[in-house]
Structure formats: C-alpha cells, structure tokens
C-alpha cells in the first residue's frame, strides 16, 4: 500500500481521537476520515479495513515507546535507573495522550481475539527491552540472582498497565505522574536481592 508518511500519520492520529471518544465498535471509516481532514476513500490508500487501522495505531504509537526505551538502553545508568525510567517514560506518554491512554488500556482489550492476537506481536518487541533491562540487572547483581524473567517482566508491565488503567477508568482525575516513583519504588523492593 502507498503510505505518505503526513498523511498517514494523520490518519493514525485522527483514528486514535475517534475510537477514544466514540469506541472501537462505533469509530466509523467515515468519521476517522472527517477527524484527519481526508475523503473517506483515502483511508483505503493506506489501510485494508478498521482493524488494520486500529493494529497500526497500536504499532505507530508502540514504536515510540520503544524507541524511548532504546535510548533509556544506551544510557550509562544503573537498572534502578533504567526501570525508572522505562515507568516514567510509559506514564508520561499516555498522560500527554489522553486519547491514546483510553485506546491503549479499553479499546484494545475489547477487539477480538484474532486483533488480540497482533496486538500481542506488537507489544512483544517493547517487552523484549524490559527483558534486557532486567537481564542486565541481574547479571550486575543489582536484581535478584533468582529472578524468574518472565514472571519479573509480567509484574513489572502489569503493574504500569493497572496503574494506567485505573487512571483512565477513574476519569483521569488525579496526577498519574506523581504515582511513576512510588510504582517504581514498589517494583524495586520486589526485585532486589
């Protein structure tokens, strides 16, 4: 599919506005298209259907989370450092993006199974990156040297993503960045030798 890079982005930006304010279910074609400001036909220059749509909001908007985390990697910090920064990092990001948040943590978890399925594919590569901060953090002995990886990243993905979510289905009333250190320091007090 041709993808002008503006355009596209637009449409990705306009569909995140449209599905966090009308639901996955109701966010029509022609509505995402009226949002970026394009003919509805446009929508089908860079997308195949809604879902593709809704994967490569996930995908768009993931790849900067984890470009985030990339450079988080290439710091010269501690893995104390690096899982805070990685928290903070996710929680800044969905609270500059109220519509984002509202997709990311209700929308998606309401798509089907076969949606699911993708979204899961994207989110693996973000995954990863906490792998290696943990790894890291073990073989510097910072960690627990009997740390179960895979049970560490799920408490730790977990934790941010509750965290958020009860954010956004309390309205997003309160100040999630001033919950960032203390989920850290939680996180920290389970993870350390």
Known sequence: MKRDKPKYKQIVDAAVIVIAENGYHQAQVSKIAKEAGVADGTIYLYFKNKEDILISVFREKMAVFAENVEVILEKNIDTNEKL????????????????????TQLELRQSNKELRSLINEV???????LDRILK????????NSE??????RQMVFGTIDETITSWVMNDQKYDLMKLSPEVHKLIMKALRP
């Open 84 to 103: 805070f920064r990685l928290i903070d990092n996710h929680f800044s990001l969905l609270h500059e993006d109220r519509h984002l948040a509202i997709v």
């Open 123 to 129: 989110l693996k590569e973000y995954l990863s990156l």
């Open 136 to 143: 890291d953090g073990i073989k510097s002995g910072e960690l």
């Open 147 to 152: 740390l179960d990886v895979r049970l560490a």
